[in-house]
């Protein structure tokens, strides 16, 4: 598993990183960590896939996010200061494994090999383009468009590079909630991309006909 991440590093660092970490399995339905626990790992995601879930005022639950392998997570526990909290929730959709770089090993690996705090900058830096992403997303695209790009990004992780249609087994709720919109909104949106031809709708999942279409409108 190559992580992009871990470019900004070489050969030598990237393997004191990876041998300082932990495999950690997970099954179906597993919680890997709880919302407001303290935060004390990084977790880079090898296989499976997971997802970002929050509680709402209403006390219900929101999906924010999925990641797949190449993703990781708990960057800022790597951090010096007050031991920072999970942001989120994070739940395993299928077995899965993850690497877990506890912040005391962090720490060490800092100590004896600077070059590791490259590492670090990156992981920052790359959130941060992520979510001035998202927010320029919310602020100025569309729910069409907000839709098409989601749904490009989720063949992109649930095809595994093979051609043809690709089985997106998220509801339309789940669907709603990362494009950050209503369930009835989003289920017009995808009513026009199934008639023409981009999209079947199935119980539980959404079945990408047409990626390619949906990348030219996502921007």
Same mark, same amino acid.
């Given at each position: ?112 090999? $600077?070059?590791? =705090? #490259?590492? &670090?900058?990156? !992981?920052? +830096?790359?959130? /941060?383009? *992520? %979510? ?51 369930? $009835?909104?989003? =289920? #017009?949106? &995808?009513?026009? !991309?199934? +008639?023409?031809? /981009?999209? *079947? %709708? ?18």
């Amino acid at each position: 598993m190559e992580w992009s991440l871990l470019a900004s590093l070489d050969e030598d660092e990237r393997r004191r990183v990876l041998s300082a970490a932990r495999r950690r399995s997970y099954g179906r339905g597993d919680v890997l960590v709880h919302e407001g626990d303290p935060s004390d790992s990084l977790h880079l995601v090898s296989s499976g896939r997971l997802a970002v879930r929050v509680s709402t005022s209403d006390g219900e639950n929101a999906t924010l996010n999925l990641l797949g392998p190449g993703d990781y997570f708990g960057e800022l526990s790597l951090l010096e200061g007050s031991p920072p909290v999970r942001s989120a929730t994070i739940v395993a959709l299928e077995d899965a494994e993850t690497l877990s770089l506890s912040a005391a090993e962090f720490r060490d690996l800092r100590r004896r090999h $600077p070059a590791a =705090n #490259q590492l &670090l900058l990156f !992981l920052m +830096a790359r959130r /941060v383009e *992520e %979510l001035s992403a998202r927010l320029l997303e919310a602020m100025y695209d569309g729910l069409d468009r907000r839709v098409h790009r989601r749904l490009a990004e989720l063949a992109g992780m649930y095809g595994d590079g093979r051609p043809g249609p690709v089985v997106v087994p998220l509801t339309q709720e789940h669907l709603a909630e990362l494009v950050g919109g209503t369930r $009835p909104s989003v =289920n #017009q949106v &995808l009513q026009r !991309l199934v +008639a023409q031809g /981009v999209v *079947e %709708l199935g119980r539980g999942r959404v079945v990408v006909l047409d990626r390619g279409w949906l990348e030219d409108r996502s921007g």
